[in-house]
């Protein structure tokens, strides 16, 4: 669950794969899939409602599985294993801009296969919280991390 002061909660449902993450969020009453393939460190945004794809320049980013859309200013700092939720994670120290150059500064709780259990920080709009839910591990689908047939490429 993302929270921000200013906005109403909402759930995005992520998906960790052996080289990449899904992300399936709601945007304005439709749906926005976020594809990160770590190997090739390339990014795909499926619009489902159009049946549209558009592929997301790489920039430099950092390999930490925190946030492969932003570049990390820093890195990450380890400060101590906690339980979060139950699951044992790392807590980390992070500050991130974005490439419009939005900042964060807060903290992030990684399992020891890189999943992001709990973001607390702040940003120029204010605090923002991220809490992982409902973590089930498992086979996850390969065609997932793929582009539906079907869809086409718009460009920018």
Same mark, same amino acid.
């Given at each position: 669950m993302v929270q921000r002061p200013d906005r109403q909660p909402f759930r995005i449902k992520i998906y960790y794969g052996k080289d990449h993450i899904r992300m399936d969020m709601p945007l304005a009453r439709q749906q926005l899939v976020t594809i990160v393939d770590r190997i090739r460190r390339e990014t795909v945004l499926l619009l489902p409602h159009r049946q549209e794809f558009m592929r997301i320049p790489s920039s430099r980013r950092s390999r930490a599985a925190v946030d492969h859309l932003i570049e990390v200013r820093g890195g990450l700092k380890a400060i101590r294993q906690e339980k979060v939720g139950g699951i044992v994670a790392t807590k980390y120290a992070l500050t991130t801009k974005t490439a419009t150059g939005a900042t964060f500064e807060g903290h992030v709780w990684l399992?020891?296969?890189?999943?992001?259990?709990?973001?607390?920080?702040?940003?120029?709009? #204010? =605090? *923002?919280?991220?809490?992982?839910?409902?973590?089930?591990? #498992? =086979? *996850?689908d390969p065609a997932l991390f793929v582009v539906p047939s079907g869809y086409v490429e718009k460009v920018r």
């Open positions: 399992t020891a296969d890189n999943i992001m259990i709990l973001t607390v920080g702040q940003t120029p709009k #204010g =605090p *923002v919280k991220i809490a992982l839910h409902n973590l089930r591990r #498992g =086979p *996850v």
